[in-house]
Nanobody, 125 residues
Framework: QLQLEESGGGLVQPGESLRLSCAVS????????IGWFRQAPGKGREGVSC???????AYIDSVKGRFTISYTKGKNEVHLQMSSLKPEDTGVYYC???????????????????WGQGTQVTVSS
């Protein structure tokens, strides 16, 4: 069974960095699309970035140039390196897996079938 587990969240100050990891078990990332989502208090779940070996990467405009998604094949892990963090980046971050495409900066949660439990990211001074 496909399972995902996020790690790496925490409390940082504006301008600092964090690296989130998504450990995938049950299937190889090579056969999946992996999405990163976030949910701020009182708001809906927002797609931030996606990755697939076939399609490459995509980011929403608000994180372009600050966030970088990468894949460690040997560990079957996908990472989200977040730099120049802002208070508006605060939220619970989820990774998710699906079988559609990663070809648009609009990362649609309906394309993803499996979800991790999330990790909290708080950006505050």
């Amino acid at each position: 069974q496909l399972q995902l587990e996020e790690s790496g969240g925490g409390l940082v100050q504006p301008g600092e960095s964090l690296r989130l990891s998504c450990a995938v078990s049950g299937l190889t990332v090579d056969d999946l699309i992996i999405g990163w989502f976030r949910q701020a208090p009182g708001k809906g779940r927002e797609g931030v970035s996606c990755f697939s070996v076939r399609d490459g990467v995509a980011y929403i405009d608000s994180v372009k140039g600050r966030f970088t998604i990468s894949y460690t094949k040997g560990k079957n892990e996908v990472h989200l390196q977040m730099s120049s963090l802002k208070p508006e980046d605060t939220g619970v971050y989820y990774c998710a897996a699906g079988f559609e495409e990663c070809t648009s900066s609009y990362v649609d949660k309906d394309d993803y079938d499996y979800w991790g439990q999330g990790t909290q990211v708080t950006v505050s001074s």
